[in-house]
């Protein structure tokens, strides 16, 4: 293959596997360093691409206006997305979704060559090289695998995250507003995820503010904007709560603390690529599961058979320990 001049690289959500595609775009980036890269992505998490420094532009889809809005209005938004990827002239687009709907996006290109993962028979032929997914693979693990088995070389892997300078300065004005000293460590807790069944209790991460706290420690709990009242318990107890920043934001106020304990979250897996220490309390184990990329001894789960509320606190506090006392400050920002 000719090297390409103009890439588009394609995942729309969720935001953890949004992350879990920046090992693969560094590495579409050391194969094709003059090539112009292009990242679609769902309109909501687009200004985290800010910080994928080998991507040089980004195009947004706003899913929810195409399910939900007017229908002529749905109708004109998608007739413009199409457009433009007609006339992006692409040479060649990755498709690390792999929905029904990319798989069609990356046709639709017209690019000569298309890569994609396969999740679903019956859709190989929209590529010009589709692999079918593992899922015994960590998600980052399978994003660099599929640019191997369509012929990149994969040598330094890189997972490299920095927040951009607008969101930096944001969350630097979130600690100066909330009476946060930056020279002093600061554990973030973003306790609450997609799915009720892997959230850890949030007793036991107030437990863990506690005691760090005691020791000097600045906290700062984070989420979501659905979830102000189910942190209510953390405000009540003069813990520092926020719930309406922008994602970016978040990112970025992650990437300035000392410590990050969650639970399988998105913004935690982008603290990770920040170079940021992240304790993760996990539902389960086992192959393919989404532990820190290259720090699983960053994960905390139950025994098998076990629920994750069965985790206790002195795991999460040994795992932070861990993480901790790692050589060197690993923060890329």
């Known amino acids: 293959m000719d090297a390409p001049e103009n890439i588009l690289l394609i995942r729309l959500k969720s935001i953890g596997d949004l992350a879990f595609t920046l090992p693969a775009v560094n590495a579409v980036r050391a194969n094709f360093p003059s090539a112009k890269i292009t990242f679609l992505t769902s309109s909501e998490n687009a200004p985290l691409l800010g910080g994928f420094p080998a991507v040089d532009e980004v195009i947004s ?13 749905a109708a004109s938004a998608l007739f413009a997305l199409l457009r433009r990827l007609r006339a992006g002239g692409f040479s060649l687009v990755v498709d690390f979704q792999g929905y029904g709907e990319t798989a069609w ?24 090289r589709g692999i079918p997914r593992d899922s015994r693979l960590h998600p980052a693990r399978w994003n660099l695998l599929l640019l191997r088995q369509c012929g990149l070389k994969i040598e330094n892997v890189k997972n490299y995250f920095c927040p951009p300078p607008a969101a930096m300065q944001a969350a630097a004005r979130f600690f100066a507003a909330q009476h946060l000293d930056a020279a002093r460590p600061t ?5 609450l995820t997609s799915s009720p069944h892997k959230n ?31 942190l209510e318990p953390a405000r009540a107890e003069g813990f ?4 309406d920043l922008p994602l970016d934001v978040s990112a970025a106020l992650a990437a300035l603390c000392r410590l990050i304990v969650a639970g399988d979250t998105g913004i935690a ?18 192959p ?3 532990v820190p990329f290259q720090h699983p001894e960053w994960a905390v789960a139950p ?13 999460v506090l040994a795992a932070a320990e861990t993480a901790l006392n790692e050589p060197g400050d690993n923060a890329v920002c």
């Not at 929810?64 to 007017?70: D, P, V, W």
């Not at 520092?240 to 719930?243: F, G, I, L, R, Y």
């Not at 025994?303 to 606190?313: A, D, N, R």
């Open 61 to 73: 889809l706003d899913r929810r206006r195409l399910r939900a809005g007017h229908p002529f209005r």
């Open 105 to 128: 996006l990356s046709w639709w290109t017209g690019a000569p060559v298309r890569w994609g993962a396969v999740y679903a028979p019956g859709r190989e032929w929209l590529y010009t």
């Open 187 to 191: 554990v973030f807790f973003q306790p």
């Open 200 to 230: 850890w209790p949030l007793e036991n991460y107030l437990a863990l503010a506690r005691h760090w706290r005691s020791r000097g420690a600045q906290i700062i709990f984070c989420g979501g904007p659905a979830d102000g009242a189910r």
């Open 240 to 243: 520092c709560v926020a719930t």
């Open 269 to 286: 897996h982008f603290a990770v690529a920040a170079g940021r220490p992240v304790v993760m309390v996990m539902a389960g184990g086992g």
């Open 288 to 290: 393919g599961l989404c």
């Open 303 to 315: 025994q098998p058979g076990s629920g994750i509320s069965t985790v206790p606190v002195s795991a």
